[in-house]
Antibody, heavy 118, light 109 residues
Framework: EVQLVESGGGLVQPGGSLRLSCAASGFTFSSYEMNWVRQAPGKGLEWVSYISSSGSTIYYADSVKGRFTISRDNAKNSLYLQMNSLRAEDTAVYYCARVDRVAGSDYWGQGTLVTVSS | SSELTQDPAVSVALGQTVRITCQGDSLRSYYASWYQQKPGQAPVLVIY???NRPSGIPDRFSGSSSGNTASLTITGAQAEDEADYYC????????????FGTGTKVTVL
């Protein structure tokens, strides 16, 4: 069974940092591309960042470029999102999602809440 | 980056048919995937590709595409289909690989 479990969310002050983790199991993690997607309270889904299976190709949404860093450790079956210079508008539930080349983001974690507030 | 536009809300009578649309330039090049999201839950993939359902998704969900518009149809809507629905596709603009639609709230009356 495919499982994705996010962790690392919490309350952080504006300008602070946070590192999210996503533990993957039930599939060959190193064979799949991965996405981070977020959802602000009461709002829609927003794609945040993408990483290829090897980690060699990375993309970011304009809203987080230069502040967030996506990475992965295929030996540990883990995906990460380092978030720096956090802003109130980064407040959201952050989901990691497995990317299937045909289906898109086919499996999602349960999400982790990040709240940026003083 | 490209945008995918959806109607904010639609309603359907129990047992009737509802179609949700998604418009955007990227849909001329890529199929849409569709996600169902219920309050407090993660999105669930319901349709992908030309018209494919993941295991466990009822066959009352179907997808289609024409030009720059993708559609999700629920034939014989059930109370449990009340949810937010999002389309998603590759982004043909080149700088961002993925884009999500604005979302449609489906209410089953």
């Amino acid at each position: 069974e495919v499982q994705l479990v996010e962790s690392g969310g919490g309350l952080v002050q504006p300008g602070g940092s946070l590192r999210l983790s996503c533990a993957a199991s039930g599939f060959t993690f190193s064979s799949y591309e991965m996405n981070w997607v977020r959802q602000a309270p009461g709002k829609g889904l927003e794609w945040v960042s993408y990483i290829s299976s090897s980690g060699s190709t990375i993309y970011y949404a304009d809203s987080v470029k230069g502040r967030f860093t996506i990475s992965r450790d295929n030996a540990k079956n883990s995906l990460y999102l380092q978030m720096n210079s956090l802003r109130a508008e980064d407040t959201a539930v952050y989901y990691c999602a497995r990317v299937d080349r045909v289906a898109g983001s086919d499996y999602w974690g349960q999400g982790t809440l990040v709240t940026v507030s003083s | 980056s490209s945008e995918l536009t959806q109607d904010p809300a639609v309603s359907v009578a129990l047992g009737q048919t509802v179609r949700i649309t998604c418009q955007g330039d990227s849909l001329r090049s890529y199929y849409a995937s569709w996600y169902q999201q219920k309050p407090g839950q993660a999105p669930v993939l319901v349709i992908y590709g030309k018209n494919n359902r993941p295991s466990g998704i009822p066959d009352r969900f179907s997808g289609s595409s024409s030009g720059n518009t993708a559609s999700l149809t629920i034939t014989g809507a059930q109370a449990e289909d009340e949810a937010d629905y999002y389309c998603n596709s590759r982004d043909s603009s080149g700088n961002h690989p993925w884009v999500f639609g604005t979302g449609t709230k489906v209410t089953v009356l």
